[in-house]
């Protein structure tokens, strides 16, 4: 009777023991594969993070290439439109300079031409002259001994008047002659500046395309210098946006590394 229970007892004790080991192999089986499946899907996800932040910090390195690169255009484009300016800003000087030489010609003409129409009067006043002295000899020609002695006191102050007159139209056809050859100069001067006017009319409208030239290039240039800078913001923040995915890839990464080194842990 004693042995019979003492079976029992034992048998039972060795089942219900069996029933637990069951229980807790049973428990624990799906729990390890389970945490198995999250190592490897957190593996999977930091292999995926390490592959798009090695492609996006290749496009980092592109854009901060191609900005060095429109850096260098952009300072070369305003580089060139400074000179342009330069260059202009003496080109307009000299049209400005030209301009007032053509003003002092055009006073210097038109002092001449006044000169030359002055002469000009004089030459026909003392002409008058010389044909009234001319015309008052020819008459004292024309006269006879006795209307000559009428007119004058004596013979001799006939003679004193014919010699006056003559002496007059001596120096009246001197300074005809002077006239006439101030007149050969001052026209010889007037054709001078008349010709230099020309030139730096001429020198001027040089300068005035040389100006648009200059000035066309320079809005090219600028042209380009604005699309330069509109290249390089686009750049700017096509890198900026990169750096910002990088920087939450990298913190998605921590969080990964940090929840797997939790579960191996």
Same mark, same amino acid.
């Given at each position: 009777?004693?042995?019979?229970?003492?079976?029992?007892?034992?048998?039972?004790?060795?089942?219900?023991?069996?029933?637990?080991?069951?229980?807790?192999?049973?428990?624990?089986?799906?729990?390890?594969?389970?945490?198995?499946?999250?190592?490897? #899907?957190?593996?999977?996800? *930091? &292999?995926?993070?390490?592959?798009?932040?090695?492609?996006? /910090? +290749? =496009? @980092?390195?592109?854009? $901060?290439?191609?900005?060095?690169?429109?850096?260098?255009?952009?300072?070369?484009?305003?580089?060139?439109?400074?000179?342009?300016?330069?260059?202009?800003?003496?080109?307009?000087?000299?049209?400005?300079?030209?301009?007032?030489?053509?003003? #002092?010609?055009?006073?210097? *003409? &038109?002092?001449?031409?006044?000169?030359?129409?002055?002469? /000009? +009067? =004089? @030459?026909?006043?003392? $002409?008058?002259?010389?044909?009234?002295?001319?015309?008052?000899?020819?008459?004292?020609?024309?006269?006879?001994?006795?209307?000559?002695?009428?007119?004058?006191?004596?013979?001799?102050?006939?003679?004193?008047?014919?010699?006056?007159?003559?002496?007059?139209?001596?120096? *009246?056809?001197?300074?005809?002659?002077?006239?006439?050859?101030?007149?050969?100069?001052?026209?010889?001067?007037?054709?001078?500046?008349?010709?230099?006017?020309?030139?730096?009319?001429?020198?001027?409208?040089?300068?005035?395309?040389?100006?648009?030239?200059?000035?066309?290039?320079?809005?090219?240039?600028?042209?380009?210098?604005?699309?330069?800078?509109?290249?390089?913001?686009?750049?700017?923040?096509?890198?900026?946006?990169?750096?910002?995915?990088?920087?939450?890839?990298?913190?998605?990464?921590?969080?990964?590394?940090?929840?797997?080194?939790?579960?191996?842990?």
């Amino acid at each position: 009777m004693f042995l019979r229970h003492s079976l029992l007892f034992r048998y039972g004790l060795l089942g219900i023991i069996t029933c637990f080991l069951t229980i807790y192999l049973f428990n624990n089986i799906p729990e390890s594969a389970l945490a198995q499946s999250e190592v490897d #899907a957190l593996k999977d996800q *930091i &292999d995926d993070r390490n592959n798009r932040l090695k492609e996006i /910090e +290749q =496009e @980092i390195a592109t854009y $901060k290439s191609e900005l060095t690169k429109v850096g260098g255009q952009k300072n070369s484009l305003q580089k060139a439109i400074n000179q342009l300016e330069l260059e202009r800003k003496k080109v307009q000087a000299d049209i400005n300079y030209t301009q007032n030489r053509i003003g #002092a010609t055009d006073l210097e *003409i &038109d002092k001449l031409s006044i000169e030359i129409e002055n002469t /000009e +009067q =004089e @030459i026909e006043l003392n $002409k008058e002259a010389i044909m009234e002295t001319l015309q008052s000899l020819q008459e004292m020609d024309g006269n006879s001994l006795i209307e000559m002695l009428l007119q004058n006191d004596n013979l001799s102050d006939f003679w004193n008047r014919v010699d006056e007159l003559d002496q007059i139209r001596n120096v *009246i056809g001197d300074e005809v002659d002077t006239l006439v050859s101030q007149k050969i100069l001052l026209t010889g001067k007037y054709e001078t500046n008349t010709k230099k006017r020309a030139d730096l009319i001429d020198l001027k409208d040089q300068y005035s395309d040389q100006s648009q030239i200059l000035v066309g290039n320079k809005t090219e240039k600028d042209r380009l210098l604005s699309a330069t800078k509109n290249q390089e913001a686009e750049y700017q923040k096509l890198l900026k946006d990169r750096e910002a995915m990088r920087a939450q890839i990298e913190k998605e990464l921590r969080d990964f590394e940090s929840k797997l080194q939790f579960i191996l842990d």
